[in-house]
């Protein structure tokens, strides 16, 4: 077969074609910011969830506290109702540390988010989340069962292309 | 003898067995007819269309508890229907189905809406400074609660079983996007 100056130019067609229709596949599959957004909780999740099946050493639990702590901004903001000592504003170092503690004090905990609403703001920098949070656990040291489930209203930015919290309000589902 | 399906040959087939009065032969082929592809398409298609009626518009829930007795049993089985608000809104006095938390609905009625003010003086109920006439409530409380006022984007959700002890009854104030539908009956 001789290759005609017609034949190149349904190659190149074709190739154009296969470009375009790879873009658009990408463009479409690409994960947007409330993808971005609804992983990054689904990581904040894993992080905090303790199993009794893996025992947890002081080391990576500290190695632990300190990656939930990356999740935030240097300083975030918490808004606990009925719990004032647990609200203010927290540097990553001190999170790192609450959450060590608090992580210490159980033998299991188990996280689960639900009626994920986000919201993101048209510059695609800050957003608002808003869920449903239900934590359970036994405790270490009574083996008390801890069951609470909280309305979570929650502020995210976007620094240096990644999501991070930058404030939480938790307040009860129903309220009196 | 061959299991009936859907083709021109077996549809003769079962007017000749109707004709002939072999009932069993079409009863076979109704309760277990030949694993044809339409036939498995057929299953697929109406489990399909059941997973997705009774996940998001016609839920089965049991309830446990009796916070909305008498009006609904301490235990029993309904549906909440979704749609019920799709296109309108919820008013006072609905009794509507909240989300609450994985797996867990709430039935309860709306006694106020966002705006309002909620008071319970020995067990009256007050909106917005007015006594509310509540024939639902059949045991009367003494209930105190102090005037609130119901926040943006809130319902104040009752029970009607005032008889237990007012900590011990979950009622309050809940976000509207917890809402689920309206119990089928």
């Known amino acids: ?176 | 003898m061959k299991r009936l399906y859907n083709t021109e040959e077996h549809r003769q087939e079962v007017k000749d067995a109707l004709k002939d009065g072999r009932f069993w032969l079409i009863m076979r082929a109704f309760f277990f007819p030949k694993l044809a592809r339409h036939f498995l398409l057929r299953v697929l298609i109406v489990i399909l269309t059941a997973w997705c009626f009774f996940k998001f518009i016609c839920m089965p829930l049991v309830i446990k508890g009796g916070s909305m007795l008498p009006t609904y049993p301490e235990r029993g089985f309904l549906f909440c229907w979704t749609p019920a608000y799709w296109f309108s809104y919820p008013e006072r006095g609905d009794v509507v189905v909240m989300k609450y938390g994985r797996g867990v609905m709430l039935l309860k009625r709306i006694v106020a809406l966002e705006g309002d003010t909620v008071e319970f003086r020995n067990g009256t109920l007050f909106v917005n400074g007015k006594e509310v006439s509540e024939p639902y409530v059949k045991k009367k409380s003494d209930w105190d609660l102090p005037e609130r006022k119901v926040q943006k984007n809130h319902f104040y959700l009752v029970g009607d079983n005032r008889s237990v002890p007012m900590d011990q009854h979950v009622f309050g104030e809940m976000h509207k996007r917890y809402l689920a539908g309206a119990p089928l009956w």
Request: glycine share 4%.
């Open chain 1, 1 to 176: 077969m001789v290759i005609k100056g017609k034949h190149l130019i349904y190659a190149a067609c074709i190739i154009l074609f296969l470009l375009l229709a790879g873009f658009a596949v990408w463009y479409i599959l690409k994960p947007g910011e409330e993808q971005l957004i609804r992983r990054h909780f689904a990581n904040l999740v894993e992080q905090i969830n303790k199993t009794p099946l893996k025992k947890e050493g002081a080391i990576p639990a500290m190695a632990k506290a300190q990656k939930i702590a990356a999740m935030f901004t240097e300083q975030s903001q918490f808004n606990v109702d009925a719990l004032k000592w647990v609200s203010g504003s927290f540097s990553r170092e001190v999170l790192a540390n609450n959450i060590f503690r608090s992580r210490a004090m159980f033998d299991t905990l188990h996280l689960s988010l639900d009626h994920l609403d986000i919201e993101v703001a048209e510059d695609q920098k800050q957003a608002v989340a808003r869920l449903s949070a239900q934590l359970s656990g036994k405790m270490k040291n009574s083996g008390q069962d801890l069951d609470e489930i909280r309305d979570l209203e929650c502020n995210l930015k976007k620094i240096d292309s990644e999501w991070l919290f930058e404030s939480f309000r938790i307040h009860k589902m129903i309220k009196k």
